[in-house]
């Protein structure tokens, strides 16, 4: 079992240390744990710091995955550095220049804005109330296709985010998930099946069975994590995501090395 997609307290909205997490992960017997630390946002995006580290934090951040990587280096879990980016419209020279200044393992792509409006925030849900829902779904998935096209990315995080809070379309969304199946085949992106759907108000993983069984069929290779954002959630509902990938046809999984791809069996 592999979990690739974990936050801690640096963040702003996660609770535990590095630490506490890799213990986690040992006693739910994971064999590798990739933290993806939310990339620090330009300020005028995340004033507060409630979305991403600090600027300042990043290569602490790296220095204290990587030393936990050593500690654990004899046994398990293999422990790796990897990061979460944000797609963004207007800033992705910020995005370009963190990423080529730091090593990581696995860099996720995500896309957490749609036209400047952080429609995942829970303090922001009364938004969707007066939102357009299918034109808000339609932005978000060009918005995902876009990152996607930009090669900065080794897989999409929870690639159906929109459907959060549960605000679905009128329309049918067939269409939509074969084109964005197909972009990010020809894109060479991975995707993630991120069992953080199951705790909100979306009660699925991300993505849902429609956009996997698109993506199987599209020959896009997937990722498996929690999007744990404390330890006890490390590994969260696996059981259930391994059962969704079989139904659509996943046989192997893969996980990130210095940016190369490792094969596994689901
Ligand atoms: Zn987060
Ligand atoms: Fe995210
Ligand atoms: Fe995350
Ligand atoms: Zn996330």
Redesign the pocket.
């Known amino acids: 079992m592999i979990d690739c ?1 974990v936050h801690t307290a640096r963040c702003g909205h996660g609770e535990g240390e590095a630490a506490d997490y890799v213990l986690a992960a040992r006693g739910a017997g994971i064999e590798v744990i990739t933290f993806t630390e939310h990339l620090p946002l330009p300020q005028a995006l995340d004033p507060v710091r409630e979305y991403s580290m600090p600027p300042c934090d990043l290569a602490g951040y790296l220095d204290e995955v990587r030393s936990l990587a050593a500690a654990s280096a004899a046994g398990s879990p293999l422990v790796l550095a990897g990061v ?1 980016a944000d797609w963004l419209e207007h800033d992705m020279d910020h995005v370009r220049g963190l990423l080529a200044a730091h090593e990581f393992d696995l860099v996720l792509g ?1 896309v957490h804005f749609v036209d400047g409006w952080a429609f995942d925030d829970p303090n922001l849900i009364e938004q969707w109330d007066t939102a357009d829902v299918d034109a808000t779904w339609r932005r978000y998935f060009e918005h995902v296709v876009v990152a996607a096209r930009t090669g900065l990315f080794d897989a999409m ?2 690639p159906d985010l929109v459907k959060k809070f549960g605000y679905r379309p009128s329309f049918d969304t067939a269409e939509l998930y074969d084109w964005v199946a197909e972009e990010f085949a020809n894109a060479g992106v991975a995707i993630e099946l991120s069992t ?1 759907g199951l705790r909100k108000p979306a009660a699925e993983p991300y993505p849902g069975p429609d956009l996997l069984a698109a993506c199987a069929r599209a020959g896009v290779r997937a990722t498996l994590g929690s ?1 744990a954002h404390r330890p006890s959630e490390v590994a969260y509902a696996f059981d259930r995501a391994r059962r969704e990938l079989a139904a659509v046809g996943y046989e192997r999984l893969v996980y990130f090395v210095g940016r190369e791809t490792r094969e596994y069996l689901l």
């Open positions: 997609h979460e995500s995080a929870h953080a999007d």
